[in-house]
């Protein structure tokens, strides 16, 4: 009897052991739920910072493309310093964009340093543009000689 008895109470030892693993895997369950629904919450935060940079981006785009135009009734030395100046502008812009490429596939822990490289790279770009856009109005435009001629 002795055999029996000895070996209940190692069954009721192992009952309630059993029992305190479970409370554990509802937190690993739990945990892992709030770590699926943070990455999601970050993949969606990164997803609508790249749409907005873009937008910024092609913005510039149209603004150079528009500089360009006026640029193109200059003649002579000037309108080609203000084309080197354009596409100086124009490859800042290309820099930015493999920026937020490198950035949207970015661990995240060199996510928060490559956003603000990108941040940093948009206002030195809007800068630029400033720069030469400014530069532009304070020069004189000479007509080109197909517009002397008409």
Same mark, same amino acid.
């Given at each position: 009897? /002795? ?9 009721? $030892? ?7 693993? =479970? ?8 945990? =892992?739920? %709030? ?13 609508? *910072? ?8 092609? +913005? *510039? ?5 528009? $500089? ?9 030395? +000037? #309108?080609?310093?203000?084309? &080197? ?14 920026? $937020? ?13 490559? &956003? ?8 030195? $770009?809007?800068?630029? *543009?400033?720069?030469?856009? /400014? /530069? *532009?109005?304070?020069?004189?435009? %000479?007509?080109? /000689?197909?517009? #002397?001629?008409?």
């Amino acid at each position: 009897m /002795k055999i029996p008895l000895s070996m209940m109470f190692g069954l009721f $030892l192992l009952i309630p052991a059993g029992s305190w693993n =479970e409370p554990s895997r509802l937190e690993a369950s739990s945990q =892992e739920q %709030t770590t699926k629904a943070n990455t999601e919450s970050q993949q969606r935060e990164r997803e609508e *910072y790249a749409k907005s940079i873009q937008a910024k981006l092609d +913005e *510039y785009d149209k603004k150079l493309d528009g $500089l360009d135009a006026q640029v193109s009734t200059m003649n002579g030395a +000037e #309108k080609d310093d203000f084309r &080197k100046m354009i596409q100086q502008v124009r490859d800042q812009r290309k820099g930015i964009a493999t920026q $937020l490429d490198s950035a949207k596939n970015a661990s995240p822990g060199a996510w928060g340093v490559m &956003k603000s490289d990108v941040d940093s790279g948009l206002k030195k $770009l809007e800068r630029s *543009y400033q720069d030469v856009s /400014k /530069k *532009y109005e304070l020069t004189p435009v %000479t007509p080109s /000689k197909n517009q #002397k001629k008409q």
